[in-house]
């Protein structure tokens, strides 16, 4: 079963890899040839072409349920109900809607944000709308997350945000009994009534119902950096344990009671398997839930059949039930991490000679553990944690056998006993907060985390085999030729521009801008996109992790063009997250904590042979903050970039007073996004860029770029490139003529948009 579950997983892996899924003929003949390959008798051959088909199939129908282009940025009526707790911050509320009814073509299910609600929307609820969508699209940006795949995975058809006129209509409030999500709404508004402000009430509601969305960025870095995410969500270790108790606690009260028509150990079987389902059902069914549920049906179908069961047989069955009900599970880091993280401890502990004591085992578990998931974990985030051993060794009892116990038994009482529910939760809280504590301080020890770069495919080739021989038996011959097979994760450096040349990275920041300029030995950051409430910007959500990707642990240079929140948003979440050395601005005031200096024309510096030139602002100023903003000239022998912030008529003016030709530049970065205030003739004829990269939003409120400035480009012969059709874009003046590529050409999948 393990063989066959494994090629039936990398036929999965493989269909993912697609630029495009392939047309009909193409699947009816891997059909054909399936059916040969049985007729063979070829197994393994077969399960590996069915993991494939599979996948395929699955993925082709997940894109017929999307929304048509001609639907795009029109009014729409639409009635549905709210499925998944809704997410509310300063502005608005999102949440996920199953249509019902509409005027047809529209998908199944569509993600909505509602900005200043006049309503309180909650799960289960029924409403009619008039709303406003757009086909599932997101940033693209090497190692940034990839919001079209998480859309695409959970069958989301498109996003789009309600009307205000006319006025939104609720249908109903009395949600469906059997309604999973009204029951996790039911639990969080008597969580929230129960424990008001109380600091400890968003982990609470994260270890009871799944619903992380009220914790703060700062808690999540603490338990990122202490490697204690998997304690704050529920997942496959808190339902084994829930379910655990449960069994064992139905097992002693059956067997007191005498009933004995029906065995204790069926009773007690199905009870845990019961009490599992509801509580993976709290998580709204994860992946990691799911493949915890099947591995404890399995067992306890076992125990109630009375078959013995191998530990592997029972994850690789678990892994092939999940692949069947969605082969997209492939796509998801938790997917990866929680079954090797189970195959591991199997690996490492079961059919070992003699059986360690309590603190033996869990100190080799963590340590295997530790081990195992570091290379997917530098693979998937770029990260690793020093501290998580030790972390966890503290955190893993205190939250299992503490922390969810008290939480659910609360949780049930509350119903009853709101004041003893009350007194429970204040127990919660006291060990909460110790923990936070502890945490806390060790996500301050220097050296908590290690950054590295995104290591190959081949570096984990070597990695996996490696974490086979370290956790061998004792007695295997030569078991630290298992770390010599890490080394590639720690020694694969990315490629670094030759000195005397450059890259530039136009990152997609949505309607904003951010761009990561490398020469062979420094780094400078061109502005950081947007803000868009406490929890979220770009800084935090695209430029820290295209910096961690490319293996960058230092700024040497971060230049603001100017205030506005599309460019200085991400600021303060990128100084914080990154050493930051220069810091330039033309708003110095709004940076002032970070002691900038002041950007002006006739800066300069050069750095590994490339010239770095400030053209603007002048000296006198300009009346307008756009025109203020930072002008900044990337000169090398094999080419040049001109990155012109928000600037608008007036200062171009001035530019092609005061400098001429020498504005010439191979790559010009359209100057306030392709507003028609901008990228006057003359600057553009000054200038002769042959590529126009232009940072715009998808389908942005202001119309940017304006038809009539990309006609202007048109007339000068430069090729504009937009970053909402592009992703990032990606400039190499490493060699003459310098080269211009863009994300979604060379690394977009199938379900990304084109």
Same mark, same amino acid.
């Given at each position: 079963?393990?063989?066959?579950?494994?090629?039936?997983?990398?036929?999965?892996?493989?269909?993912?890899?697609?630029?495009?899924?392939?047309?009909?003929?193409?699947?009816?003949?891997?059909?054909?040839?399936?059916?040969?390959?049985?007729?063979?008798?070829?197994?393994?051959?077969?399960?590996?072409?069915?993991?494939?088909?599979?996948?395929?199939?699955?993925?082709?129908n997940?894109?017929?349920?999307?929304?048509?282009?001609?639907?795009?940025?029109?009014?729409?009526?639409?009635k549905?109900?709210?499925?998944?707790?809704?997410?509310?911050?300063?502005?608005?509320?999102?949440?996920?809607?199953?249509?019902?009814?509409s005027g047809?073509?529209?998908?199944?299910?569509?993600?909505?944000?509602?900005?200043?609600?006049?309503?309180?929307?909650?799960?289960?609820?029924?409403w009619?709308?008039?709303?406003?969508?757009?086909?599932p699209?997101?940033?693209?940006?090497p190692?940034g997350?990839?919001?079209?795949?998480?859309?695409?995975t959970?069958?989301i058809?498109?996003?789009?945000?309600?009307?205000?006129?006319?006025?939104?209509?609720?249908?109903?409030?009395?949600p469906?009994?059997?309604?999973?999500s009204?029951g996790r709404?039911?639990i969080?508004d008597?969580?929230?009534?129960?424990?008001?402000?109380?600091?400890?009430?968003?982990?609470?509601?994260?270890?009871?119902?799944?619903?992380?969305?009220?914790?703060?960025?700062?808690?999540?870095?603490?338990?990122?950096?202490?490697?204690?995410?998997?304690?704050?969500?529920?997942?496959?270790?808190?339902i084994?344990?829930?379910?655990?108790?449960?069994?064992?606690?139905?097992?002693?009260?059956w #067997?007191?009671?005498? &009933? $004995?028509?029906?065995?204790? =150990?069926? @009773?007690?079987?199905?009870?845990? %398997? +019961?009490?599992? !389902?509801?509580?993976?059902?709290?998580?709204?069914?994860?992946?990691?839930?799911?493949?915890?549920?099947?591995?404890?049906?399995v067992?306890?179908?076992?125990?109630?059949?009375?078959?013995?069961?191998r530990?592997?047989?029972?994850?690789?069955?678990?892994?092939?039930?999940?692949?069947?009900?969605?082969?997209?599970?492939?796509?998801?880091?938790g997917?990866?991490?929680?079954?090797?993280?189970?195959?591991?401890?199997?690996?490492?502990?079961?059919?070992?000679?003699?059986k360690?004591?309590?603190?033996?085992?869990?100190?080799?578990?963590?340590?295997?553990t530790?081990? #195992?998931?570091?290379? &997917? $974990?530098?693979?998937?985030? =770029?990260? @690793?944690?020093?501290?998580?051993? %030790? +972390?966890?060794? !503290?955190?893993?009892?205190?939250?299992?056998?503490?922390?969810?116990?008290?939480?659910?038994?609360?949780v049930?009482?509350?119903?009853?006993?709101p004041?003893?529910?009350?007194?429970?939760?204040?127990?919660?809280?006291?060990?909460?907060?110790g923990?936070?504590?502890l945490?806390?301080?060790?996500?301050d020890?220097?050296?908590?985390?290690?950054?590295h770069a995104?290591?190959?495919?081949?570096?984990?080739?070597?990695a996996?085999?490696?974490?086979?021989?370290?956790l061998?038996?004792?007695?295997m011959?030569a078991?630290?030729?298992?770390?010599?097979?890490?080394?590639?994760?720690?020694?694969?450096?990315?490629?670094?521009?030759?000195?005397?040349?450059?890259?530039?990275?136009? %990152?997609?920041?949505?309607?904003?801008?951010?761009?990561?300029?490398?020469?062979?030995?420094?780094v400078?950051?061109?502005?950081?996109?947007?803000?868009?409430?406490?929890?979220?910007?770009?800084?935090?959500?695209?430029?820290?992790?295209?910096?961690?990707?490319?293996?960058?642990?230092?700024?040497?240079s971060?230049?603001?063009?100017?205030?506005?929140?599309d460019h200085?948003?991400?600021?303060?979440?990128?100084?914080k997250?990154?050493?930051?050395?220069?810091?330039l601005?033309?708003?110095?005031?709004?940076?002032?904590?970070?002691?900038?200096?002041?950007?002006?024309?006739?800066?300069s510096w050069?750095?590994?042979?490339?010239?770095?030139?400030?053209?603007?602002?002048?000296?006198s100023?300009?009346?307008?903050?756009?025109?203020?903003?930072?002008?900044?000239?990337?000169?090398?022998?094999?080419?040049?970039v001109?990155?012109?912030?928000?600037?608008?008529?007036?200062?171009?003016?001035?530019?092609?007073?005061?400098?001429?030709g020498?504005l010439?530049?191979?790559?010009?970065?359209?100057?306030?996004?392709?507003?028609?205030?901008s990228?006057?003739?003359?600057?553009?004829?000054?200038?002769?860029?042959?590529?126009?990269?232009i940072?715009?939003?998808?389908?942005?409120?202001?119309?940017?770029?304006?038809?009539s400035?990309?006609?202007?480009?048109?007339?000068?012969?430069?090729?504009?490139?937009?970053?909402a059709?592009?992703?990032?874009?990606?400039?190499?003046?490493?060699?003459?003529?310098?080269?211009?590529?863009?994300?979604?050409?060379?690394?977009?999948?199938?379900?990304?948009?084109?």
């Open positions: 079963m393990l063989v066959f579950t494994l090629l039936f997983l990398v036929g999965a892996l493989l269909a993912q890899q697609l630029p495009a899924l392939p047309a009909g003929e193409w699947l009816m003949a891997g059909g054909l040839i399936a059916g040969l390959v049985a007729g063979l008798r070829l197994w393994r051959v077969l399960f590996f072409l069915l993991g494939a088909l599979w996948a395929i199939l699955f993925a082709m997940r894109l017929t349920d999307r929304l048509p282009e001609s639907l795009e940025g029109i009014n729409i009526p639409v549905g109900v709210v499925v998944g707790l809704p997410e509310q911050d300063e502005k608005r509320v999102r949440f996920d809607l199953v249509v019902s009814e047809g073509g529209l998908p199944s299910k569509i993600r909505l944000s509602w900005y200043y609600p006049k309503h309180e929307v909650r799960a289960g609820q029924q009619s709308f008039t709303v406003k969508l757009k086909r699209h997101g940033n693209l940006n190692g997350f990839d919001y079209e795949r998480w859309l695409f959970e069958g058809g498109a996003t789009g945000y309600v009307r205000n006129h006319p006025a939104p209509v609720m249908l109903s409030d009395d469906a009994w059997y309604s999973i009204a709404q039911r969080a008597q969580l929230s009534q129960l424990l008001g402000d109380g600091k400890s009430l968003p982990l609470v509601k994260a270890i009871t119902i799944g619903d992380g969305n009220d914790i703060r960025q700062e808690q999540w870095e603490v338990f990122r950096k202490t490697g204690t995410l998997h304690l704050m969500v529920i997942s496959g270790a808190h084994g344990l829930v379910a655990g108790l449960v069994y064992f606690a139905v097992l002693r009260l #067997a007191w009671t005498g &009933l $004995l028509t029906w065995s204790p =150990q069926k @009773v007690a079987a199905l009870s845990a %398997l +019961a009490v599992a !389902i509801l509580y993976s059902a709290l998580a709204g069914f994860s992946i990691p839930t799911q493949r915890s549920v099947i591995m404890l049906a067992v306890m179908v076992a125990i109630i059949l009375q078959h013995n069961t530990s592997f047989h029972t994850l690789a069955t678990a892994m092939f039930v999940v692949l069947l009900l969605d082969p997209l599970a492939v796509l998801s880091a997917f990866w991490l929680s079954f090797l993280a189970v195959a591991v401890i199997v690996y490492a502990v079961a059919g070992r000679f003699g360690p004591g309590y603190l033996e085992g869990t100190l080799k578990i963590n340590w295997a530790t081990m #195992a998931l570091s290379p &997917l $974990l530098l693979f998937f985030f =770029q990260q @690793v944690s020093l501290i998580a051993p %030790l +972390a966890n060794l !503290i955190a893993v009892p205190v939250v299992s056998f503490l922390v969810v116990p008290l939480s659910l038994l609360s049930l009482v509350m119903w009853v006993s004041a003893l529910a009350g007194n429970l939760f204040v127990l919660v809280d006291v060990v909460l907060q923990l936070w504590w945490l806390s301080e060790l996500a020890t220097p050296l908590s985390v290690i950054n995104q290591p190959p495919v081949w570096a984990l080739c070597f996996i085999p490696g974490i086979l021989i370290m061998a038996p004792v007695g011959p078991r630290w030729l298992g770390l010599v097979m890490f080394l590639p994760l720690a020694f694969t450096e990315p490629d670094r521009p030759e000195p005397g040349g450059f890259r530039m990275t136009l %990152l997609d920041v949505g309607q904003g801008l951010s761009a990561v300029v490398q020469t062979s030995g420094h400078l950051v061109y502005d950081t996109g947007a803000k868009f409430s406490q929890q979220s910007d770009m800084g935090r959500s695209v430029v820290l992790p295209f910096l961690r990707k490319q293996g960058i642990d230092k700024i040497d971060l230049i603001i063009s100017h205030g506005d929140n200085i948003g991400g600021a303060e979440s990128l100084m997250g990154i050493e930051t050395g220069q810091v601005t033309s708003v110095p005031q709004q940076l002032s904590s970070h002691a900038p200096g002041a950007c002006m024309a006739g800066q050069r750095w590994d042979g490339v010239m770095f030139t400030m053209l603007s602002p002048a000296p100023g300009f009346v307008s903050e756009n025109d203020n903003s930072c002008v900044l000239k990337i000169q090398s022998e094999k080419g040049a001109l990155l012109a912030g928000d600037i608008e008529a007036a200062a171009e003016t001035w530019l092609v007073e005061a400098y001429g020498q010439k530049a191979d790559v010009l970065i359209a100057p306030h996004h392709g507003s028609k205030t990228s006057t003739r003359p600057f553009l004829q000054n200038v002769q860029p042959d590529y126009v990269l940072p715009a939003g998808y389908r942005n409120q202001f119309g940017f770029p304006h038809r400035v990309l006609k202007r480009y048109q007339d000068i012969n430069a090729k504009s490139l937009n970053t059709e592009q992703g990032a874009i990606f400039v190499d003046a490493g060699q003459r003529p310098l080269a211009v590529d863009t994300l979604r050409a060379t690394e977009s999948k199938y379900w990304n948009s084109r």
